[in-house]
Antibody, heavy 121, light 109 residues
Framework: QVQLVQSGAEVTKPGASVKVSCKTS????????FHWVRQAPGQGPEWMGV????????TYAEKFQDRFTMTRDTSTSAVYMELRSLRSEDTALYYC??????????????WGQGTLVTVSS | EIVLTQSPGTLSLSPGQRATLSCRAS???????LAWYQQKVGQAPRLLIY???RRATGIPDRFSGSGSGTDFSLTISRLEPEDFAVYYC??????????FGQGTNLEIK
């Protein structure tokens, strides 16, 4: 079955960076796009970016453009995200998610379990 | 960026009743690229509807989506106990960011 398994919770300080991994299985990795979506406590989801299957090109939400990077490793079927210059407002649950590939980018049909990132001094 | 505003914030109904949730976009959503998700406490969102009215795999037919342009609805024809959750609309497709609404909390009355 489709699985997206993320790395564990992180506690970091303001100004630091965090890298979260997402290991996938149960499907052909290279035929799907992947997203990162975060959700702050009590808030709706917030889309951060997408990485495509062809050449691993990326598109990021403008608000994260200068401090967010998505990468993938096709040999291990994993995707990664790194968020730099962390601030307290970045405290959230970060989800890795698979695109449903229904003809337009952005519909998400499978999600990881989420990784809680806490930014606190 | 397209802003999605959902109403009501909280909807209190009883099992067996009909629920109608609203999602309004700040500008027209292109090519019917509107989806709905259900989220229960401690779980990731679950895809219900995409393309305004297409049910995702395994979604019961009591869930239906409708609307066009800037006004969309999710209807649950007859509420089951497992339907009480938070629901989010999302626009996707043409231009990122693929924004979500702030959610409607469907609670048991």
């Amino acid at each position: 079955q489709v699985q997206l398994v993320q790395s564990g919770a992180e506690v970091t300080k303001p100004g630091a960076s965090v890298k979260v991994s997402c290991k996938t299985s149960g499907f052909t990795f290279t035929t799907f796009y992947f997203h990162w979506v975060r959700q702050a406590p009590g808030q709706g989801p917030e889309w951060m970016g997408v990485i495509r299957h062809s050449a691993g090109s990326t598109t990021y939400a403008e608000k994260f453009q200068d401090r967010f990077t998505m990468t993938r490793d096709t040999s291990t079927s994993a995707v990664y995200m790194e968020l730099r210059s962390l601030r307290s407002e970045d405290t959230a649950l970060y989800y890795c998610a698979r695109d449903a590939m229904v003809g337009a980018i952005g519909v998400i049909d499978h999600w990881g379990q989420g990784t809680l990132v806490t930014v606190s001094s | 960026e397209i802003v999605l505003t959902q109403s009501p914030g909280t909807l209190s109904l009883s099992p067996g009743q009909r629920a109608t949730l609203s999602c309004r976009a700040s500008q027209s959503v292109s090519s019917d690229y509107l989806a709905w998700y259900q989220q229960k406490v401690g779980q990731a969102p679950r895809l219900l509807i995409y393309g305004i009215s297409r049910r995702a795999t395994g979604i019961p037919d009591r869930f239906s989506g409708s609307g066009s342009g800037t006004d969309f609805s999710l209807t649950i024809s007859r509420l089951e106990p497992e339907d009480f959750a938070v629901y989010y609309c999302q626009q996707y497709g043409a231009s990122p960011p693929y924004t979500f609404g702030q959610g409607t909390n469907l609670e048991i009355k």
